[in-house]
């Protein structure tokens, strides 16, 4: 099957969730034996190399240019390559519902997110007539009613479409995010702190990702005064950066445990892995603002440590629950989070059980090759 692949906002050079999860399923979705074109807003002065010497993987890294460029540039593409089906992973897919138009090829959207309350909780949302606001949701509306399928990745993101798009349930499809399980996998806990030149006498609890405000990183810092009341060779491990940066440094100081506290900043893709595996524990205790499909969680899994995440949400943290892999907690009780810190802290053979159950069932289940294979027979329904 020949795809194109469309991610027209991303910058796949990136450190964040939304380009792994492009890069990851594109090369996935080659590794099936699907040629894949893939347009992404990546400068064309960037290059990977790793996706470049994909074998039935096709790059075009295109700058941002404005709509009418972009659309002309997709149009040559299509020409070019006849792909069989448009896949476009956009909350607003104008360039892709309109290609699949005008070159009758069936589209299908992927929304990862709902992006407008996402822009609300950053406090990045732009102040727009109400007639505006209602004719962007109308035009909204008739590029998902143009796609064959649209794929979320949780369950709360498909009700959330159906209850402010109108779109009919049994034209979404959930597909949650996956894990490259040839990356993140268990590894040995000494090497990796020596690598990292971490103190191999401490206990590291872990979070990675994007520092904004739905990630919950606040409540785990506000949490470690407690935990290291009884366990002072605790330390914690921020791995990535952002807007909430500079305000978790200062909660940290706040609460004098500056010290404690670890701040990478951003990190290569492949040195996340290891940053995993020199802790005991993956933390995601996010806010239950937005609904979604964490990658963390599953990387977490993937390389065999338990989980501590958040209990009553919009995300598929359910999985943990059922695989018990970890345990659930309500993010703002900075006690009870610290009590489940502290109970897996102090009992290895139960980490060891969560994290064996939970690498298992991410490597049956949530590969980023089994998400593949997911979208593929849907693009197959949609043809």
């Known amino acids: 099957m020949n795809i194109l692949f469309l991610a027209l906002d991303i ?32 400068p064309l002065f960037q290059k990977i190399e790793s996706l470049q010497t ?18 002309s540039f997709c149009g040559k593409v299509i020409k070019r390559h006849n792909p069989d089906i448009i896949y476009e992973r956009r909350f607003s897919a104008k360039i892709g519902a309109t290609l699949s138009k005008i070159h009758r090829i069936p589209l299908i959207i992927e929304v990862n997110g709902l992006v407008e309350e996402e822009a609300k909780i950053v406090g990045t949302a732009i102040k727009q007539f109400i007639l505006v606001k209602k004719f962007k949701k109308w035009m909204r509306k008739r590029f998902f009613k143009r796609a ?11 009700k959330g479409l159906h209850e402010q798009y109108g779109i009919p349930i049994g034209k979404m499809v959930v597909i949650p995010n996956g894990a490259n399980t040839e990356l993140f996998k268990p590894m040995d806990k000494d090497i990796c702190k020596r690598e990292l030149n971490l103190d191999t006498n401490n206990k590291y609890v872990c979070f990675t990702g994007n520092l904004v405000p739905w990630q919950g ?59 995993i595996n020199a802790s005991e524990i993956g933390i995601s205790i996010k806010p239950p603002l937005l609904p979604g499909s964490p990658l963390k969680v599953k990387e977490y899994m993937a390389c065999g440590k338990p989980v501590i ?45 969560m ?11 949530y590969s980023w090759m089994s998400t593949a294979k997911k979208v593929i027979e849907n693009c197959k329904k949609s043809l």
Do not use: C
Request: proline share 2%; glycine share 6%; aromatic share 6%.
């Open 11 to 42: 910058n796949i050079n990136n450190k964040t969730g939304d380009s792994i999860h492009v890069r990851e399923l594109a090369t996935s979705l080659a590794k099936l034996g699907h040629n894949i074109t893939l347009i992404t807003a990546t």
């Open 54 to 71: 994909q074998e039935n993987l096709l790059l075009y890294f295109r700058e941002d240019r404005g709509n009418l460029s972009t659309f």
């Open 148 to 158: 064959s399928r649209i794929v979320t990745v949780s369950n709360g993101i498909k």
């Open 217 to 275: 990183v606040e409540y785990l810092i506000k949490a470690a005064p407690n935990v290291l009341k009884e366990e002072p060779s605790a330390r914690f491990i921020i791995v990535g950066d952002g807007m909430m940066r500079n305000e978790l440094e200062n909660i940290a100081k706040e609460l004098d445990i500056i010290d404690k506290v670890i701040f990478t900043g951003g990190v290569l893709y492949e040195l996340v892995p290891k940053y």
């Open 309 to 353: 995440a958040t209990r009553n949400s919009e995300y598929d943290f359910e999985i943990i629950e059922k695989a018990d892999a970890g345990v659930l907690v309500k993010p703002g009780d900075k006690e009870e989070v610290a009590n489940a810190i502290l109970r897996l802290l102090s009992n290895s053979n139960l980490s060891k059980e």
């Open 355 to 365: 994290g064996l159950r939970g690498r298992n069932l991410v490597v049956e289940k």
